[in-house]
């Protein structure tokens, strides 16, 4: 059985690069170059620095539930806006946005794209800090 070509990992963090997906938008299945953010209303151009497939907005980082099984299939039917909540870190370093879907509360992991503006980041990273009952809810007490 021939092993698997690891000429296309990353030679700084050893994973293999994401390959690219045919991702289809919108609810009959148009190959767009921009979607509208349900968030702050702007437009998103499809292509991100960073992922095979943008599924967040880089100003608000807003999001759509709009992927079933797999990132980038489209396959979920409940299509409802889903908030960022905060900021979690793999093993790795490499940071990951968490979404939570406002129709069903579905919690979904998402990594951040190369064009998402810094202090949205920063401002979502903070956020435990700023909110106590955030903190509560993640089971981090501050002062403990």
């Known amino acids: 059985m021939p092993r698997r070509d690891r000429a296309r990992r990353n ?4 994973r293999r690069a994401q390959r690219p997906k045919d991702v289809l938008h919108g609810r009959h299945g148009h190959r767009g170059d921009a979607f509208r953010c ?14 095979a497939h943008r599924n967040h907005c880089p100003y608000c980082l807003t999001s759509r539930h709009v992927d079933g099984r ?7 039917e409940c299509r409802a806006p889903m908030d960022a909540l905060t ?3 793999r093993d790795d370093g490499e940071w990951l946005l968490i979404h939570r879907c406002r129709g069903c509360g579905t919690l979904k992991a998402n990594r951040p794209a190369g064009d998402d503006h810094p202090l949205a980041l920063i401002r979502l990273a903070l956020r435990p800090l700023a909110d106590p009952g955030l903190a509560r809810l993640a089971g981090v007490v501050p002062g403990r």
């Open 38 to 51: 349900l968030g702050c209303r702007r437009d998103v151009p499809v292509r991100a620095p960073g992922t």
């Open 70 to 76: 797999a990132p980038g299939d489209r396959g979920e």
């Open 11 to 14: 030679p700084r963090t050893g």
């Open 87 to 89: 900021l979690a870190v």
